[in-house]
């Protein structure tokens, strides 16, 4: 149990354009949503938390306006890279949590994205 | 100020060598602590927890940790290491989980290689 996907795995775009990645809870209702960015060889740092229904929380330097997250149901979170730079390459994780174990966050696979 | 620890950026063990990585917290509430492992690009998948109770904890694939609060410590072990053990090892601290959910805090990992 305690399942959490992500899609796409790897993307690779161009400069300015935009890019979705999806995070499902699949077997729990995922209450809290968390995003979060990870460089190469270093530890994950949080962008932002989001609880279905309403407005993201982001972290401090974490621009809301590019990094755009809905949590439109209990099972699905979206983070929206817009106008994407050679900066925004990166590991992108999401974590879940909620009924399944609202103390606990559950891992999705990662979004690798490269911004050519 | 909220912050994990983790000492030690790199350690080699020999296969069936016993493992201990530590971690430092410092937090300031009541701390909910985790150890999780991640493989090259893939996600975090879930070690062992402790919320409370008994402050040695068993996880999945031989892992323990044992909470010492004097110490503000939460060492992850193994009495044998396999080669598939070699990972990225992060410890994270987070609160008590409200409706709004509770972000993890990140130590920086330790990267743990395994000789034969």
């Known amino acids: 149990g305690a399942v959490v996907s992500q899609h796409p795995s790897r993307v690779i775009c161009k400069s300015g354009t935009s890019v979705k990645i999806e995070c499902r809870s699949l077997?729990?209702?995922?209450?809290?949503m968390f995003w979060y960015r990870q460089f190469p060889k270093q530890s994950l740092m949080l962008m932002a938390t989001?609880?279905?229904?309403?407005?993201?929380?982001?972290e401090q330097g974490v621009e809301k306006d590019k990094f755009l997250i809905n949590h439109a149901s209990l099972t699905l979170s979206t983070l929206t890279v817009t106008s994407a730079h050679p900066e925004d390459s990166s590991f992108y994780i999401c974590?879940?949590?909620?009924?399944?174990?609202?103390?606990?966050?559950?891992f999705g696979p990662g979004t690798r994205l490269t911004v050519l | 100020a909220q912050s994990v620890t983790q000492p030690d950026i790199h350690i080699t063990v020999s296969e069936g060598a016993s493992l201990e990585l530590r971690c430092n917290y410092s937090?300031?509430?009541?701390?909910?602590l985790f150890w999780y492992v991640q493989s090259p690009g893939q996600g975090l998948q879930l070690l062992l927890k402790?919320?409370?109770?008994?402050?040695l904890v068993q996880g999945i694939k031989g892992f323990e940790a044992e909470f010492k609060r004097s110490q503000s410590s939460f060492n992850l072990r193994k009495p044998s290491v396999h080669w598939s053990d070699a990972a990225e090892y992060f410890c994270?601290?987070?609160?008590?989980?409200?409706?709004?959910?509770?972000?993890?805090?990140f130590g920086k990992g330790t990267t743990l290689s395994v000789s034969s």
């Open positions: 974590s879940a949590s909620g009924t399944g174990g609202a103390d606990t966050q559950y």
């Open positions: 994270a601290v987070g609160g008590r989980a409200n409706q709004a959910g509770t972000a993890l805090i």
């Open positions: 402790y919320f409370s109770g008994d402050t």
């Open positions: 937090y300031g509430a009541t701390p909910y």
């Open positions: 077997d729990f209702q995922a209450t809290t």
């Open positions: 989001s609880n279905e229904g309403s407005k993201a929380t982001y």
